[in-house]
């Protein structure tokens, strides 16, 4: 299984700022993807990360707001862009690797926007 | 349009006393539907994929099985460790999507 580490924890941000998430992968990946879980709730996809161009988004996720870097197979940014409260969630970085698809998940990033 | 809905939202189970949760899915080009463990304030973590109906799969006290319209996690004996919340999520056309989860609690 993939090992994955994500940059930082927790962040507790202002209104109007912006954060990069890193997510690191200790294999080269193909799929890669990230997600917002709010308080209480499932996982909602944001965006794929495609090496070498742009992301994938979701209903509802725009680039400007998330925008996405995948330089290489085994790292990936996501920016949360001008936060705002609503913003405060956990975002968590994804693989699916091998002919079953298994998804390994990232320990999550815990963001608050004050 | 897919969907994937988990039932019950809760659970409460005293330590030995056995019960499962559901999994319904309606999604075109299954490629497999994956069970989660999610431990507060961290990732899901794997725990089994399955891939076509009348497969099986066990894990200690954990046991998945699918039909055509749904999923079952059954947990046997639970104990309190078992505690967490349980997500399924289908995966099709490249992409995964997650249900609401069902929150077990194992109580001594």
């Known amino acids: 299984s993939a090992v994955i580490s994500q940059k930082p924890s927790r962040d507790i941000c202002q209104r109007g700022t912006s954060l990069t998430i890193q997510c690191q992968v200790d294999?080269?990946?193909?799929?890669m993807f990230w997600y917002r879980q709010q308080p209480g709730q499932s996982l909602t996809l944001i965006a794929t990360?495609?090496?070498?161009?742009?992301?994938?988004?979701e209903s509802g996720f725009v680039i400007d707001k998330f925008p996405i870097s995948r330089p290489n197979l085994t790292f990936s940014t996501l920016t949360v862009s001008n936060m705002s409260p609503e913003d405060s969630s956990i975002y968590l970085c994804s693989v699916a690797q091998g002919v079953s698809n298994e998804q390994f998940f990232g320990p999550g990033t815990r963001l608050t926007v004050l | 349009e897919d969907q994937v809905t988990q039932s019950p939202e809760a659970l409460r189970l005293q330590e030995g006393e056995s019960s499962s949760l559901n999994c319904s899915y309606t999604v075109s080009g299954l490629r497999g539907l994956f069970w989660y463990r999610q431990d507060p304030g961290k990732g899901p973590e794997f725990l089994f994929t399955?891939?076509?109906a009348g497969e099986e799969k066990e894990k200690e006290r954990l046991k998945a099985t699918l039909t055509k319209k749904e999923s079952f996690l059954h947990i046997t004996a639970p104990k309190p460790e078992d505690s967490a919340t349980y997500l399924c999520a289908s995966f099709s056309w490249g992409k995964f999507q997650f249900g609401a989860g069902t929150q077990v609690v194992v109580t001594p």
């Open positions: 294999s080269q990946v193909t799929m």
């Open positions: 399955l891939y076509s």
């Open positions: 990360a495609n090496q070498g161009s742009e992301a994938t988004y």
